[in-house]
């Protein structure tokens, strides 16, 4: 007689389940816990608790990724920075960070974004390799910081403007303003934006 197939879990969320625990913490807590359920072949329980810590590295990510955001320059405020994974169905999958500054006397605002894995990735990267595209569109020019290269785009007579930069290859860093007399609140965001935490914080 044949014995029944025994269910197979995926090899990662396996090698969580075999990992040994650095230090006791929540997430730790939760993959012994799912590893505990796991021995007794509660395999549901132990998807479950595989779940839920996922959803608490992700959580802590998130907060990783919300320290690469700018302070405001002197004389602006800033809203919480967001951040989030987007899933296959939302404009292809990746990560997406973000904050907006404000400087209410003004009116004036600004909004930095880094997206990690974007599918606007290779479209930017295709511009970049071609200057013929940029060239066709009056409100677009060339920009470099430091040893990074990107765009500036900035329609004649608006007062909005925005620089976007490609970093290391896969990961689109993009500053926005608007109700802007001239691109340097732009300019400052970016100059205050650590590229190279950027790409580590990102790195595979």
């Given amino acids: 007689m044949r014995r029944p197939a025994t269910p197979t879990l995926p090899l990662a969320l396996c090698a ?7 230090g006791a913490d929540e997430v730790t807590d939760q993959i012994d816990s799912a590893r505990g359920a796991y021995s007794q072949g ?4 132990a998807v ?15 907060g990783n990724y919300g320290a690469l955001m700018p302070e405001p320059l002197a004389g602006w405020r800033a809203e919480a920075a967001e951040s989030q994974t987007l899933g296959m169905a939302m404009l292809g999958g990746g990560t997406q960070v973000s904050r907006r ?14 997206m990690a894995d974007s599918p606007f990735l290779p479209m930017m990267a295709m511009v970049l390799s071609n200057p ?12 470099r910081h430091g040893a990074y290269r990107g ?14 930069l490609l970093v290391a290859n896969r990961i689109l860093v993009q500053v926005e303003g608007q109700g802007l007399k001239g691109p340097e609140a732009v300019e400052g965001y ?5 590229l190279q935490a950027v790409e580590k914080a990102f790195a595979l």
């Fill in 16 to 22: 969580l389940l075999c990992a040994s625990p650095a």
């Fill in 42 to 45: 509660d395999l549901r329980q």
């Fill in 48 to 62: 479950q608790g595989l779940q839920d810590a996922i959803v608490r590295i992700q959580e802590k990510l998130q």
């Fill in 101 to 114: 500054y404000l400087k209410e006397d003004t009116g004036e605002s600004v909004q930095v974004q880094i």
């Fill in 132 to 143: 013929m595209m940029i060239q066709s569109d009056p409100s677009t020019k060339l920009y």
């Fill in 151 to 164: 765009t500036l785009k900035h329609e004649a007579g608006s007062d909005q403007w925005e620089i976007s």
């Fill in 190 to 194: 970016l100059k205050a934006i650590d």
